[in-house]
């Protein structure tokens, strides 16, 4: 985590403050003071922000969160790589310099099994990009995409998984099979099979 995190845990307690939810305290667990962990369990709320989606993964591996979250009776709230990292079997797409060309890069993981759900995050930005002079849609994510499934979505866009019940809300749209699919306009939601 960089000082962006602690930036951030800030915001989040601002905006939890802003809703009128009561907060006692906000704890940042990264690489400095990971002990944190072993209170997962007097915790209410988890966030799982973003990063390098591997380099999470890693860490969360370290951590022992997916075991940790064994019997937790609270809410997890996760985006970008943290989102991506809840699945189970997490589809980590190249995103630095180099990752896509790489033979030896992995692009599946296993991750925390919170969810089927295979995110792809940033959508809107992320859809015209170049890497490594591949382009990240038609190049790399479609031709990963044969054979599994990919929600994209923009910024702004979320799902809500409540036990069985899987909502999408937002601009959204399935990647399957090399294909992309509307599933989703924004403004609207659609519960997910």
Request: glycine share 10%; hydrophobic share 35%.
């Given at each position: 985590?960089?000082?962006?995190?602690?930036?951030?845990?800030?915001?989040?307690?601002?905006?939890?403050?802003?809703?009128?939810?009561?907060?006692?305290?906000?704890?940042?667990?990264?690489?400095?003071?990971?002990?944190?962990?072993?209170?997962?369990?007097?915790?209410?709320?988890?966030?799982?922000?973003?990063?390098?989606?591997?380099?999470?993964?890693?860490?969360?591996?370290?951590?022992r969160l997916k075991e940790?979250?064994?019997?937790?009776?609270?809410?997890?709230?996760?985006?970008?790589?943290?989102?991506?990292?809840?699945?189970?079997?997490?589809?980590?797409?190249?995103?630095?310099?180099?990752?896509?060309?790489?033979?030896?890069?992995?692009?599946?993981?296993?991750?925390?099994?919170?969810?089927?759900?295979?995110?792809?995050?940033?959508?809107?930005?992320?859809?015209?990009?170049?890497?490594?002079?591949?382009?990240?849609?038609?190049?790399?994510?479609?031709?990963?995409?044969?054979?599994?499934?990919?929600?994209?979505?923009?910024?702004?866009?979320?799902?809500?998984?409540?036990?069985?019940?899987?909502?999408?809300?937002?601009?959204?749209?399935?990647?399957?099979?090399?294909?992309?699919?509307?599933?989703?306009?924004?403004?609207?939601?659609?519960?997910?099979?």
């Open positions: 985590m960089t000082p962006h995190g602690r930036k951030s845990a800030a915001r989040n307690r601002r905006g939890f403050d802003s809703r009128r939810l009561k907060v006692s305290s906000v704890e940042m667990c990264d690489g400095r003071d990971s002990d944190i962990i072993e209170k997962i369990h007097e915790t209410d709320v988890i966030i799982l922000t973003g990063g390098h989606v591997p380099t999470q993964n890693l860490f969360l591996k370290r951590l940790r979250l064994s019997g937790f009776k609270g809410i997890v709230l996760a985006w970008s790589a943290g989102a991506m990292n809840c699945a189970k079997n997490v589809y980590a797409g190249p995103e630095l310099e180099g990752e896509a060309v790489d033979p030896e890069y992995k692009r599946w993981i296993e991750g925390l099994g919170i969810t089927d759900i295979n995110i792809f995050p940033h959508y809107q930005a992320l859809r015209d990009t170049y890497l490594d002079g591949l382009r990240m849609m038609e190049d790399i994510t479609l031709p990963d995409s044969v054979g599994h499934e990919f929600i994209a979505l923009n910024d702004g866009s979320y799902i809500i998984i409540d036990g069985e019940n899987k909502t999408v809300y937002g601009e959204a749209y399935l990647i399957k099979d090399g294909n992309i699919y509307e599933l989703c306009r924004d403004n609207e939601a659609v519960s997910l099979r």
